[in-house]
């Protein structure tokens, strides 16, 4: 699987907290879902935005497999939070897909 971070009005300390954090545990929740040959096809887009005018992020996560495209996106004034809101969303979609893949 592909990975493309994008990182718009972030500082240092975020982005490399965000990083990390997108290195760890989170991808081993993807890989598990992504199985039968799509974690080769995955690519995934991450793009994290500080708004200085609000004070608040947004997390966008834009999953392609193949033909398929699973979006999800949260804005909040935490950024852990909306990462965590969001990278949710996106594993739920992910198992909706699967699980209808495998129901065929």
């Not at 909306?82 to 996106?90: R, S, T, V, Y």
Request: hydrophobic content about 40%; proline content about 1%; glycine content about 4%.
């Amino acid at each position: 699987m592909k990975t493309h971070p994008l990182f718009k009005n972030v500082n240092g300390a975020a982005k490399n907290c965000i990083e990390a954090y997108l290195k760890g545990k989170k991808m081993n929740r993807l890989t598990c879902l992504l199985r039968h040959g799509n974690f080769d096809l995955a690519d995934l887009k991450v793009d994290v935005e500080h708004f200085n005018k609000h004070n608040a992020f947004s997390v966008k996560f834009d999953l392609k497999i193949g033909k398929k495209r699973l979006i999800s996106e949260e804005k909040t004034h935490n950024i852990r939070e909306a990462f965590e809101i969001a990278f949710d969303k996106l594993v739920n979609q992910l198992r909706k897909l699967e699980s209808i893949k495998h129901d065929k």
